[in-house]
T-cell receptor
Framework: GQQLNQSPQSMFIQEGEDVSMNCTSS?????WLWYKQDPGEGPVLLIA?????ELTSNGRLTAQFGITRKDSFLNISASIPSDVGIYFC?????????????FGTGTRLQVTL | EPEVTQTPSHQVTQMGQEVILRCVPI?????FYWYRQILGQKVEFLVS????????KSEIFDDQFSVERPDGSNFTLKIRSTKLEDSAMYFC????????????FGNGTRLTVT
């Protein structure tokens, strides 16, 4: 099946620092999404990307859909304590009628004051 | 903002017992999903459901699993005879359309099989 690898697996950063994480796939996707998961909760959508090359921002978050359609990155600027959590990329192939998502392995972000 | 709600938040059951996990998707959404996440691992697709039938299912979704939309608001996942390895967080999700329509997830049901 399709595999999505995220790096880094985990990171400790200082409050105020910028963060960058990425996701690579062995096959192409038509849509890339980035979700954040807090402990005991479900994934919450951060950014959706629908076109190769697309660069989209949501507040301090910026994500890009790689032109090969096999990768995506997420940047967080000026991190704050509430950015702590696990960030998952997810790829969608848009076959059939429903949106089956393949999730990445996750990047655990921890922020130190 | 409308949200997907799941009950119960935690279910403990004995091996071999049947469990039903319940979800109320966002009201105007038409596509419904179940995903699961084994502790410390990534989220995995189980099944998608549209127009009262399964659209797609993964190899995890074997004959022990079934889904149902018994009325206009609920969407359920049944595991007929639970195994230890079914212990996981089960997330329900819904989307307005099938494609180009982000999935919105509930907070999950933690299933513990003893």
């Amino acid at each position: 099946g399709q595999q999505l690898n995220q790096s880094p697996q985990s990171m400790f950063i200082q409050e105020g620092e910028d963060v960058s994480m990425n996701c690579t796939s062995s096959s192409i996707f038509n849509t890339w999404l980035w979700y954040k998961q807090d402990p005991g909760e479900g994934p919450v959508l951060l950014i959706a990307l629908y076109k190769a090359g697309e660069l989209t921002s949501n507040g301090r978050l910026t994500a890009q859909f790689g032109i090969t359609r096999k990768d995506s990155f997420l940047n967080i600027s000026a991190s704050i304590p509430s950015d702590v959590g696990i960030y998952f990329c997810a790829g969608q192939l848009n076959t059939g009628t429903a949106s089956k998502l393949t999730f990445g392995t996750g990047t655990r972000l921890q922020v130190t004051l | 903002e409308p949200e997907v709600t799941q009950t119960p938040s935690h279910q403990v059951t004995q091996m071999g017992q049947e469990v039903i996990l319940r979800c109320v998707p966002i009201s105007n959404h038409l596509y419904f999903y179940w995903y699961r996440q084994i502790l410390g691992q990534k989220v995995e697709f189980l099944v998608s459901f549209y127009n009262n039938e399964i659209s797609e299912k993964s190899e995890i979704f074997d004959d022990q699993f079934s889904v149902e939309r018994p009325d206009g608001s609920n969407f359920t996942l049944k595991i007929r005879s639970t195994k230890l390895e079914d212990s996981a967080m089960y997330f329900c999700a819904s989307s307005a359309q099938g494609t180009r329509s982000p999935l919105h997830f509930g907070n999950g049901t933690r299933l513990t099989v003893t």
